[in-house]
């Protein structure tokens, strides 16, 4: 095997590599944030929604059960299809996650007493010290 070959073999398995990495960790942040969103209803759970290239706008799903009991049914699907839908060609690309709500961005900070931490910084922040 030649040199080259070799370095072309290297890049294609880093890309495949770098995909499985992307995949994994949008799956899991966005999985985290629909957990941890407040729910009173369950219409902000069920809101987010993820898409490549410009965010969503105007997305307003109804509840997807009583209290939330849904767990975020049209989010996860929205995120499981873009998820889904992540090859080589897609990383290094914006991935975009956004609730279209109104009010997301007051519960996010701190707006309602069960998410005192809110939902989103927490999960793609995790470490304080970016806030100091």
Do not use: H
């Not at 290239?53 to 307003?60: E, K, L, S, T």
């Not at 997807?64 to 839908?85: I, Q």
């Amino acid at each position: 095997m030649s040199f080259s070959s070799q370095v072309k073999k290297g890049a294609e398995q880093y890309m495949v590599d770098a995909m499985k990495i992307v995949k994994g960790e949008f799956n899991r942040i966005g999985s985290n944030i629909i957990r941890d969103t407040a729910v009173d209803t369950g219409k902000l759970r069920n809101n987010w929604s993820a898409s490549f290239v410009a965010p969503a706008q105007g997305v307003n799903r109804n509840s997807d059960g009583y209290a939330g009991t849904g767990g975020g049914k049209d989010s996860k699907e929205s995120l499981k299809s873009v998820v889904d839908k992540i090859d080589k060609e897609k990383v290094g690309k914006n991935i975009n996650f956004t609730n279209c709500l109104s009010y997301a961005e007051k519960i996010e900070n701190g707006g309602f007493d069960s998410a005192p931490e809110g939902f989103l910084a927490k999960n793609v922040f995790p470490s304080k010290e970016v806030f100091k």
